[in-house]
Structures are given as C-alpha cells and as structure tokens.
C-alpha cells in the first residue's frame, strides 16, 4: 500500500529527477503525450497520467506567479500610503 504524499512533494520530486526548468518538463511531458498519437484503451491510463502531472506542474507555475505580483502590488500601495 503506498502511503499519502502531498502533491507539492511529489511536483519537487519530479523536478529533482529531471533537473529542468518548468518550461522544460512540460515541454518534455507534451513530446511524450504527443508521442502516443491517437489515445487508445491501451494507452488511455498513460496518457492521462502525463496530462495530469503536467497540468499539476503548470498549475503551480502560474499560482507562484499570482502569488509574486500579489504581494509586488501590496508592497507598492503600502508605500504609496
């Protein structure tokens, strides 16, 4: 039985297993993805696998970068006050 992980741990895994920017993995996940053409009954679970892990990877991407202007814009007003 395997034991609960956070996602956030798994994401730092993948990361330290490819050694690559962000860019980088989604791009190889797309190749990868893209690699199996047509989805099949066969590949199906394999497909999917890879669409979430990149999706989960994007994810991240883009709330760290939300959560990095956010706190620009509050560092600005306070200094505007």
Do not use: H, W, Y
């Amino acid at each position: 039985m395997m034991e609960q992980v956070k996602l956030s741990t798994i994401r730092l895994k993948v990361r330290e297993a490819f050694k690559k920017s962000d860019d980088e993995v989604a791009a190889l996940l797309d190749r990868q993805i893209e690699d199996f053409g047509k989805p099949t009954k066969q590949n199906l679970a394999e497909i999917e696998t890879l669409r979430l892990l990149r999706d989960a990877l994007l994810k991240e991407v883009t709330q760290s970068v939300t959560k990095s202007k956010k706190r620009k814009v509050a560092a600005v007003k306070k200094l505007r006050l």
